[in-house]
């Protein structure tokens, strides 16, 4: 369970990481 939750948190860091750049 460790091992999706890491790998979805690291999803949606890469989402807002992406809506960041949009943004900017």
Not at 9 to 21: E, F, P, S, T, Y
Request: glycine share 4%; net charge neutral.
């Amino acid at each position: 369970r460790a091992v999706i939750l890491v790998a979805a948190w690291l999803g949606d860091a890469r989402l807002i990481d992406n809506k960041m750049v949009e943004l900017a």
